[in-house]
């Protein structure tokens, strides 16, 4: 296997301070490059020690990502820390004071099912998840941070704010827009609601990389494969965040059991980036299923880097097993 670089999303942190140095230390035994841990979760709650959202109970008398970081810089590897940016589920300070914040989808509904969004349209939305950001760049020994679930829904938001927003922007109602080609209602302009939509989640993603440029660290970004489908679905438009310098590094989330699938896709990203001018650094994001043997695994890994692919991002660390890295270190 050709040398390259090797990094892995972490959903969930383990629940004492020598299985998160042991973590490390097995990433860094398999030379990996970088760890991205999540610590805000999908569900609202705070996977460290933050003044803004919620702290999970098992972390209230100590801080995994500190442990993380200080064992990771002990042994060479950088450290992002990843915020799911627009999901507030269960655990939700924001959604529990605030539950006119969510997102209110219409016909066209969210494929996570029962995901919960905030409105990234909501300038509240945007203060608090920023004021997540900015901890995380203030007390932390880390390289950087991590934007995830930095868009819309797939589908429609139909709160008071996008459907106000919408109707002096077009004088149109939202209700009525659609974005289904053939479908038989009044036609609108829809580059229209996209670059509305982009311009707020690209807005946010600018907003970010001026606070990780003030702290003096890095920024990266797990990112649709689909452009230009993500334009319309969740508001995407990574490849314009690279043409303006907003990302130190893009890893597009080519999630396929399909290596022929998944290296087209990393094909496609490439040339997305290379027509863009930036020069941001770019990673595959990969899957590691579960019941994938480890030499199908290193199959797929050889056939993404045959596209030319700098490296790779492993979604996710708990899958990987002993053999896995073993082979990923030689």
Known sequence: MKKFKKATWHHFLPYTPEEVRNTVRRLADAGFDMIIPCVKQATGIADFQSKIAPVREEFKSWDPLMVLAEEANRHNIAVHAWSCVAPEGKDS???????????????????????????????????????????????????????????????????????????????????????????????????????????????????????????????????????????????????????????????????????????????????????????????????RPAGMTTERFCDHVDGILDTGIEGVVVFQYPFLTDADLKALSQ
């Open 93 to 287: 300070r924001l959604l529990a004071e605030h539950p006119e914040y969510e997102t209110i989808e219409g016909p066209e509904k969210n494929r996570y099912g029962n995901l919960r969004l905030a409105c990234l349209n909501r300038p509240e939305v945007r203060d608090y998840q920023a004021a997540i950001y900015q901890e995380l760049l203030e007390n932390y020994p880390i390289d950087g941070v991590h934007l995830d679930y930095v868009r819309f829904g797939r589908g429609f938001c139909y709160c008071d704010i996008c459907r106000a927003d919408y109707k002096r922007l077009t004088g149109q109602e939202l209700l009525e827009l659609s974005t289904v080609d053939f479908n038989p209602n009044p036609a609108q302009d829809l580059d229209v609601w996209i670059n509305w939509r982009t311009d707020v989640i690209t807005g946010f993603a600018r907003r970010i990389r001026t606070a990780a440029n003030q702290a003096g660290k890095k920024l990266s970004a797990a990112v649709f494969h689909d452009y230009p489908n993500c334009l319309v679905n969740v508001g995407q438009d990574w490849p314009s965040w690279v043409a303006e310098g907003l990302l130190d590094y893009a890893f597009p989330m080519n999630y396929s059991r399909s290596t022929k699938v998944a290296a087209a896709w990393v094909r496609h990203n490439m040339s997305l980036v290379r027509a863009s001018g930036g020069k941001c650094r770019l990673w595959a994001g990969i899957l």
